[in-house]
């Protein structure tokens, strides 16, 4: 098969993989238009479709941890770690981890929110892969972002299952100098 092939093949893919992404107007408030991932996830093939394509880019990386952020970021963070054989550190809301944490603050559209990791869920020089569903500003990643650099950790990665490019939150991932990968874009 030429290589030409193959591209068509992973393009037809992605946008099988894109059609199954559901839009919800004026949610969780009206104007959001939310990105819902479920009807992705409730197809086997396809759950299973992007964690290959994702994962498929670290065989031999050496990546040791896969964080992910709170909530869906899990889904997504949990499966990768068991594919790539790394462990799975969380990135959470605050008050929800039990045991210290360290914590950054991000601005959102009214106001400020904060996330929180285990200090002990990174360990200097470790190389990390941080995951979410949705790439939307970029605030939410920056912050998680900042935990694992507070932490010492080497990120190799900087992943996404979808990417809203008109908002160009890529650009302040970019600024902070590490790579960018989203399997889907609208
Ligand atoms: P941001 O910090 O603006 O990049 O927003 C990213 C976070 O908010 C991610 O954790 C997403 O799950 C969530 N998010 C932002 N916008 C959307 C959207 N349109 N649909 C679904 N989730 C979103």
Same mark, same amino acid.
């Given at each position: 098969?030429?290589?030409?092939?193959?591209?068509?093949?992973?393009?037809?893919?992605?946008?099988?993989?894109?059609?199954?992404?559901?839009?919800?107007?004026?949610?969780?408030?009206?104007?959001?238009?939310?990105?819902?991932?479920?009807?992705?996830?409730?197809?086997?093939?396809? *759950?299973?479709? &992007?964690?290959? %394509?994702?994962?498929?880019? !670290?065989?031999?990386?050496?990546?040791?941890?896969?964080?992910?952020?709170?909530?869906?970021? *899990?889904?997504?963070?949990?499966?990768?770690? !068991?594919?790539?054989?790394?462990?799975?550190?969380?990135?959470?809301?605050?008050?929800?981890?039990? !045991?210290?944490? &360290?914590?950054?603050? %991000?601005?959102?559209? !009214?106001?400020?929110?904060?996330?929180?990791?285990?200090?002990?869920?990174?360990?200097?020089?470790?190389? &990390?892969?941080?995951?979410?569903?949705?790439?939307?500003?970029?605030?939410?990643?920056?912050?998680?972002?900042?935990?694992?650099?507070?932490?010492?950790?080497?990120?190799?990665? &900087?992943? *996404?299952?979808?990417?809203?490019?008109?908002?160009?939150?890529?650009?302040?991932?970019?600024?902070?100098? %590490?790579?960018? *990968?989203?399997?889907?874009?609208?």
């Amino acid at each position: 098969m030429s290589f030409k092939e193959t591209d068509l093949d992973i393009h037809k893919e992605i946008e099988e993989l894109k059609s199954l992404i559901r839009d919800v107007p004026d949610f969780p408030k009206p104007g959001i238009v939310f990105k819902d991932i479920t009807p992705l996830l409730h197809k086997p093939w396809a *759950f299973q479709k &992007v964690i290959d %394509y994702i994962g498929n880019r !670290y065989i031999g990386a050496g990546v040791e941890i896969v964080a992910g952020i709170e909530s869906r970021g *899990f889904l997504l963070a949990a499966a990768l770690a !068991y594919k790539i054989g790394a462990g799975l550190a969380i990135i959470r809301k605050p008050g929800k981890l039990p !045991y210290k944490t &360290v914590s950054a603050s %991000y601005t959102l559209e !009214y106001g400020e929110d904060r996330i929180e990791i285990h200090e002990d869920a990174i360990t200097r020089g470790t190389k &990390v892969v941080l995951i979410d569903d949705v790439l939307a500003t970029g605030g939410t990643m920056s912050a998680a972002i900042e935990l694992v650099e507070k932490l010492g950790g080497n990120i190799v990665s &900087v992943d *996404f299952l979808l990417e809203l490019t008109f908002l160009d939150g890529r650009k302040r991932i970019l600024e902070k100098g %590490y790579p960018v *990968f989203s399997l889907i874009k609208f």
